[in-house]
């Protein structure tokens, strides 16, 4: 059976807000800038409360005025984030965009803000529902999930970079919330993302390795992934990965497609590899993994129906990669 495997970027697809990164190097004042942001008619605001996102009753972000936000959670918020323009043309379309664009520049679109709320302002905006962005990526169409998921990974970073890792001083926040200055030193610092590389191994049968983490439910099998070590390439993260955690070796690393994953800052890599040693080779490391298992499409499908194996969320890059392999999405959450 052959596998399209482009379909897995088509599954993934969303689109991705594009940040402006000359701000200060244009001049402009980063409390200004919010200011004159906050009067401006049409400028829409993004509530963040930790990785939850505010969820209208259309099932979309609620996407907020200045004024349906307040002061309180909005303009004097501790964090906000410019993430670019929006295009709007008889509202905000399904297929809408964020361009690069100063604040101040001619362009089309709406500003779009992200502003950090506690607990306490949460619950005073009611403008819809909060939900972990985990749980509502697979639900959200193209361009809310690529706003939010930068918004929340933007966010978490800020949350674990309020002193600088170098000197210790405290860090403050410009560039409309892209970059923090160390207060003494002057260093900037720059939003980090750890790359990691998830794959599908597949046999001469075409079968599919999956593996059971020793965190989860037993009854869990995803694709074997890990993070890239320092001065490794993705080819060689992806042998020394599969060979860790499964004892199998593969080769010709094919990369697939990538996916932002805020949780805290990942991107997930997608390759697929072939087996090179015999499937007897399989060894859990016993550490991470509990279990490895070879599947044909049929068994794969037989044992999500009797709820023996469960696969990832749909909102995953690893559901993208099975789907497509099995050649179908399966009614599974």
């Known amino acids: 059976m052959g ?5 897995v970027q088509q599954r993934l697809a969303f689109h991705d807000p594009v940040p402006d990164h000359s701000l200060d190097a244009q001049g402009i004042d980063q409390e200004a800038m919010f200011a004159e942001l906050w009067s401006r008619p049409g400028t829409l605001v993004l509530p963040l409360q930790g990785d939850r996102v505010l969820v209208d009753a259309a099932g979309r972000l609620a996407l907020l005025s200045p004024e349906q936000l307040g002061d309180t959670a909005g303009a004097d918020a501790a964090l906000r984030l410019y993430l670019g323009r929006v295009e709007t ?5 399904d297929d809408g965009v964020l361009v690069a664009a100063a604040p101040g520049a001619e362009s089309a679109g709406a500003p779009v803000i992200a502003v950090l709320v506690d607990e306490h302002e949460a619950e005073h905006i009611t403008a819809g529902q909060w939900k972990p962005l985990r749980a509502m990526s697979a639900e959200l169409d193209a361009r809310d999930v690529g706003l939010a998921t930068r918004a929340v990974a933007l966010a978490n970073w800020h949350r674990s970079h309020p002193f600088s890792p170098t000197t210790g001083h405290a860090t403050r926040v410009t560039n409309g919330g892209w970059v923090r200055v160390d207060e003494v030193s002057g260093a900037e610092l720059f939003p980090r993302t750890d790359p990691a590389v998830i794959i599908a191994v597949l046999d001469d049968e075409d079968r599919l390795l999956l593996a059971s983490n020793m965190a989860w439910d037993s009854r869990v099998y995803s694709l074997i992934a890990g993070f890239v070590d320092p001065g490794e390439s993705l080819e060689q993260a992806v042998k020394r990965e599969v060979f860790e955690e499964s004892g199998v070796r593969v080769s010709d690393p094919t990369y697939l497609a990538s996916q ?36 044909t499409r049929a068994e794969l499908e037989a044992e999500v129906t009797a709820g023996t194996v469960i ?7 690893a559901r993208a990669i099975i789907d ?10």
Do not use: Q, Y
Request: without cysteine; charged residues 25%; negative net charge.
């Open 3 to 7: 596998t399209n495997w482009r379909e």
């Open 89 to 93: 043309e008889e509202g905000i379309p």
């Open 260 to 295: 932002p994953w805020p949780f805290p800052a990942s991107l997930m890599l997608g390759f697929r590899a072939r087996l090179t040693g015999g499937v007897d080779s399989t060894r859990p490391d016993g550490v991470e993994i509990r279990e490895t298992k070879w599947f």
């Open 311 to 317: 696969l990832p969320g749909k909102a995953s890059i």
């Open 324 to 333: 497509t392999w099995l050649g179908e999405a399966l009614n599974t959450p």
